[in-house]
């Protein structure tokens, strides 16, 4: 008995068209074209980068080894070297933030001596974090790999055969700094893309979540007086429509601004978790012997100006995606057409930007993509918060000033279906398709 009423309830689901679309073809459609296109402009983004490497080498210790063999190897892998006078901390993070290098090491004096003995000796490295891409992120580690590697065939030159296989396992130790928003975090650059790609993803994720309750909630808010035929009612008070329209909006408002506040004092919960357990997640063998890792809240929190830009963002998104689900509310014919409607139209301006852009660059993908997702209103959403994220605050202003301008459109748009017959009349079905036999 259970199996022909399990086949009832899957055909009959299934003969719903928001379901089928909504939940079946979309995903099916835009998660490739996501794939594709993040996958295409990380791989854009990391070509670009090691094609251009320059690294900048503050060799203290001036030997036939490093001045020659060394630079052998980095030119090998494709890698420029730019020689850097510095020979003390601040110095070299000097020449870091000064020049465009993606990295700065720093030779000891004494390194040739310890190496050909086969001593495993320490050099310093800075990384500069520059933009809120993880592309860009995560180069970081791929030079500390690239690095390794050429340290390892420095110790197969000079070894040759007789090599100890525990020194080239592990012929250097780095004592690894990423230079951040001027700030030194003191820890392995693993460590600390771990944290900063957790942080990239919550964010935007965090207003995905509100974004897309807000459209949910006005939609419902509205298909239910479709639906219990109090619109109707509603409309002969002696109130404008504007002030009904306002009524909504304000409404939804309080509702989103609750769950907006839950979920940020949630994501801060857990971005403190996330870094008060960052040194238990240190691998010991990542670090250089006498290296103080100091990784705290302080250090990884963002900009002063990310905070302001990430509240106003979220709100002025919160607008936007009220106001569609006004717009879709009234089109529904009862709540569950205008919630399954709402999720089918947000889900492709939403998620596309957001997978896109965690990953990739937006000036790494090819310009036809590029223009398609600065249409999207919600792009500027997710640039806002990356250019707040690393105090660009020009870029910042300028998508909020974008999405500004789409929430303008979008109330006007509200306003004026707000007006005449047209709130009662309007109507978009998506009902069960019909058999040939109804």
């Known amino acids: 008995m259970l199996l022909p009423l399990l086949r009832k309830e899957i055909k009959e689901l299934l003969m719903e068209r928001s379901i089928l679309v909504g939940a079946i073809i979309i995903p099916l459609i835009v998660f490739p074209i996501i794939g594709a296109l ?3 402009g990380m791989s854009a983004a990391m070509e670009r980068a090691e094609v251009g490497l320059v690294i900048g080498i503050a060799d203290l210790d001036k030997t036939w080894l490093t001045s020659t063999h060394l630079l052998e190897l ?3 892998k494709g890698i420029r070297t730019i020689e850097v006078k510095c020979s003390s901390e601040d110095e070299c993070v000097r020449a870091v933030a000064g020049k465009e290098l993606n990295a700065v090491i720093m030779i000891p004096s004494g390194f040739t001596r310890n190496f050909t003995f086969g001593i495993q000796s320490t050099i310093m490295t800075i990384y500069p974090i520059r933009s809120a891409a993880i592309s860009e992120i995560s180069m970081n580690q791929r030079i500390s790999t690239l690095l390794l590697d050429i340290f390892k065939s420095l110790a197969e030159r000079v070894h040759g055969g007789g090599i100890d296989p525990r020194f080239f396992e592990k012929p250097i130790l780095e004592n690894s700094m990423v230079l951040y928003l001027g700030r030194i975090l003191r820890a392995p650059a693993s460590a600390v893309a771990a944290t900063f790609l957790t942080t990239l993803f919550g964010l935007p994720l965090v207003a995905v979540m509100v974004a ?3 459209s949910t909630v006005s939609a419902t808010s509205i298909a239910l007086e479709k639906e219990s035929k ?3 009612l509603l409309l002969t008070i002696p109130a404008r429509r504007i002030t009904i329209l306002l009524s909504k909006l304000l409404g939804t408002f309080v509702i989103v601004l609750l769950s907006t506040i839950s979920f940020l004092v949630g994501f801060g919960i857990y971005g403190m978790m996330i870094a008060g357990s960052m040194m238990a997640r240190i691998p010991v063998e990542e670090v250089a012997a006498g290296q103080q890792v100091s990784l705290t809240l302080i250090d990884l929190w963002p900009s002063p100006i990310f905070l ?3 509240v106003s963002a979220i ?3 919160m607008v936007m995606m009220t106001c569609i689900g006004l717009l879709v509310g009234v089109l529904g014919s009862d709540v569950r057409s205008a919630q399954q409607l709402v999720g089918a139209i947000t889900f492709p301006l939403l998620m596309p930007p957001f ?3 965690v990953f990739a660059p937006l000036e790494s993908l090819p310009i036809g993509v590029r223009i398609g997702l600065l249409l999207d209103p919600f792009t500027h959403l997710f640039l806002a918060i990356q250019s707040g994220f ?9 998508s909020i000033m974008v999405m500004l301008g789409f929430a303008a459109l979008l109330l006007l748009l509200s306003s004026w279906l707000f007006m005449g017959e047209r709130l009662i009349t309007a109507r978009i079905t998506l009902g069960r398709r019909r058999t040939s036999g109804a």
């Open 74 to 76: 980095f030119r090998e």
């Open 390 to 398: 690393a105090g660009n605050l020009t870029s910042a202003i300028t």
């Open 230 to 232: 109090t619109l109707e």
């Open 308 to 310: 302001p830009i990430l």
């Open 315 to 317: 709100f002025i998104a």
């Open 38 to 40: 993040t996958g295409l």
């Open 212 to 214: 897309s309750y807000a």
């Open 355 to 357: 997978f896109i852009l």
